[in-house]
């Protein structure tokens, strides 16, 4: 669906994460028009807000599909409205599926950068994924921040996708690309196949897709 890129260096995949937010820009109150327009806003933006919060607060896994959204937690920080009003590593690290991946996302110091960027998906590995990799070499990639950071990237790709937009060929954020397949509620990623066990998860910064395979560059 996107683009063909050859793989960058770490450095600049990590660099890539860090999509930075737009500020808007101030409104002028030169005259008493402004000042009533700035009035008329104000009495309404609560209510439009609030209605957003509460939505965000309650409706978090209505749209959330796939056999795996049964073992996220009912409640609490780790649930699906929890999540929502979070950026991704900090939702990621209440989430008791996630822990290994959370573990990683420390080992390469990327947790603030995706906190940051402004709007990505995520493939995320379970815990089971994490444990089809031998232990011993699991442990090595731990260990070597630059290849755990370009594994970590091709997890990663810009934009918040649906499920109507996820489908297809994306450019990672580690400079790569990664295939899609797949419609409706059933999906694999990557060459890997990874199935998608619970998909369309909303945190306050990109949208999740629970994956139980880890993805090679």
Do not use: W
């Not at 960058?8 to 500020?23: H, Q």
């Not at 028009?33 to 209505?62: H, L, R, V």
């Amino acid at each position: 669906m996107k683009h063909t890129t050859t793989i960058r260096r770490t450095g600049v995949a990590a660099a890539a994460l860090a999509l930075s937010f737009g500020l808007a820009a101030c409104g002028s109150d030169d005259d008493s028009s402004a000042d009533a327009n700035n009035d008329t806003t104000t009495s309404q933006s609560p209510a439009g807000d609030s209605g957003d919060t509460d939505d965000m607060a309650t409706n978090a896994g209505a749209e959330t599909f796939g056999p795996g959204c049964s073992a996220i937690p009912k409640d609490g920080a780790g649930s699906f409205n929890g999540m929502a009003t979070e950026p991704v590593a900090t939702a990621a690290s209440a989430n008791p599926l996630l822990e290994t991946l959370v573990t990683a996302v420390g080992a390469a110091d990327l947790g603030d950068t995706l906190n940051a960027a402004e709007a990505i998906t995520v493939f995320a590995p379970t815990n089971d994924a994490f444990s089809k990799i031998p232990k011993a070499d699991l442990e090595g990639v731990l260990a070597d921040k630059d290849l755990l950071t370009k594994i970590l990237t091709h997890h990663v790709v810009a934009g918040q996708l649906g499920p109507d937009e996820v489908a297809g060929e994306h450019e990672t954020l580690a400079g790569d690309k990664i295939e899609v397949k797949g419609s409706d509620e059933e999906f694999t990623v990557g060459k890997e196949n990874a199935a998608v066990l619970c998909g369309n998860i909303p945190t306050a910064n990109a949208t999740v897709y629970v994956i139980d395979t880890v993805l090679m560059p």
